[in-house]
């Protein structure tokens, strides 16, 4: 009967028709056969015996893995290495490490969620102050324009007023320069006296006032010989002076009865100092 090799349970199963050559061991990391365990047995579906095989002398084992499996190296031959990220004195400090950046990660990023309120509360507070700034200058900048505008509006206001009361003066005062009607009507027929005729100013407003004449009241007759002297359209010493021409013209007299005509109540009625005058410029 042939001897077929047979691993314990703790052991990797070898591949389909494997046979260990002479001098192979199992590998340590296998762990060692259960007390009393046979690693050959008869092989009752295989007549041919195992060759190059012993049923004695140390236990024999199998490769780490079936589906990588590569034959066992002969004795005084190298045994592959596993890789290095197999191993034991890789992989436990290397889990370590692992295990101490991702607390370190999980800490750094705790810190910095803690931090980062902090710091966004920060950047909001800045920029709420900011805002509030911007606010600040705006609204004084807008109560400036304000108070700016109202005192142009008040001095505007004041100039409109200044200028409606100048406007209203100014109007009083032609009215009152033109006077009323009547008084107006006064000062155009006084005007056509003196056109006709040398007048003085007392004779001027009697024949003004007179129920023979103008028949104006004596308050418009005034008014009209006023605005004749403030305009100027009239001097009295010159009315003298045509009237003495006048009266020489028609009647010579000697200088003292010219100037007593000019001067009488029943006659011209000039100012003893407009007749002097008017005598004086004819040369009497």
């Known amino acids: 009967m042939a001897a077929r090799y047979n691993p314990p349970p703790n052991w990797p199963a070898p591949p389909a028709g494997w046979t260990p050559s002479p001098g192979w061991s199992p590998d340590p990391s296998w762990g060692p056969a259960p007390d009393g365990w046979q690693l050959w047995v008869e092989d009752l579906a295989q007549a041919p015996a195992l060759t190059g095989g012993s049923a004695s002398g140390s236990a024999t ?162 008014f009209g010989l006023v605005r004749l002297e403030a305009e100027g359209a009239v001097d009295w010493s010159a009315e003298a002076v045509e009237a003495a021409q006048s009266y020489q013209e028609t009647l010579p007299m000697s200088r003292q009865a010219l100037i007593d005509q000019l001067t009488s109540e029943y006659g011209s009625q000039f100012t003893l100092e407009q007749a002097t005058h008017a005598v004086n410029t004819l040369g009497l």
Do not use: C, H
């Open 61 to 222: 084992g199998l490769p780490p893995s079936p589906s990588t499996m590569a034959l066992p190296a002969e004795t005084g031959e190298e045994r592959p290495s596993r890789p290095w990220f197999k191993k034991k004195r890789f992989v436990i400090p290397g889990a370590f490490l692992l295990l101490i950046v991702l607390i370190s990660a999980l800490n750094g990023g705790g810190s910095s969620d803690d931090r980062a309120p902090v710091e966004g509360g920060g950047t909001t507070q800045e920029a709420e102050q900011d805002d509030q700034e911007t606010a600040a200058e705006v609204a004084a900048e807008a109560e400036k324009e304000a108070a700016v505008k109202a005192e142009e509006e008040r001095l505007a206001e004041k100039q409109r007023l200044a200028d409606e009361a100048a406007a209203a003066a100014a109007a009083a005062a032609e009215a009152a320069r033109i006077g009323t009607l009547s008084q107006q009507n006064a000062y155009v027929q006084a005007k056509n006296y003196l056109d006709n005729m040398p007048f003085s100013r007392a004779g001027l407003l009697a024949q003004l006032t007179s129920e023979y004449g103008g028949q104006f009241p004596l308050e418009d007759a005034e």
